[in-house]
């Protein structure tokens, strides 16, 4: 599982050494790509597949449908991660996320997302606002025999 918060640099060109807890959870292939919120998303590549997978599905006639695929696609980059974990973030997704020099990673299980300083703690103060909101929820999620992915 992909977790926590990681604040990394980034350099002149856009490389990003990756902290070492999270290589082996990465694997040799990632893709990275735009996400939501202004954000980016590094998927390792057996999650990155089930994603394409089931967008690819979906209707080509409705109009959502083809904005979602453009926004995962387009500039969507594959990486290979060598023993030093070094990323890099080509100039539109560095444009698309207003990255610079440092950037918030942020495990959400099965993918990162990457923040600029700025986008994530304006995020995190609307998920803290919000954190009542999601207690109230029954979601069946402690209940084992509920769980299903």
Known sequence: MLLGT???????????VLPSPLRPLL????????????????CPEPFWRGL?????????????????RRLLFAEAQVSLLDAQAIITFPPPL????????????VGMDQYLEVWAPERWQECEL???ASAGRWS????????????SL
């Open 27 to 42: 694997g040799l292939t990632v893709v990275v790509t735009r996400g939501f919120e202004r954000c980016l998303h590094i």
């Open 126 to 128: 609307t998920l803290l």
């Open 136 to 147: 109230r929820l029954d979601w069946g999620v402690a209940r084992s025999d509920v769980v």
């Open 94 to 105: 560095r444009t698309y996320a207003g990255l610079e020099r440092t950037a918030v990673l």
């Open 52 to 68: 394409a997978q089931r967008v690819s599905t979906l209707t080509l006639g409705g109009g959502d449908e083809r904005w979602l």
């Open 6 to 16: 990681w604040i990394v640099s980034i350099d002149e060109s856009g490389q990003c």
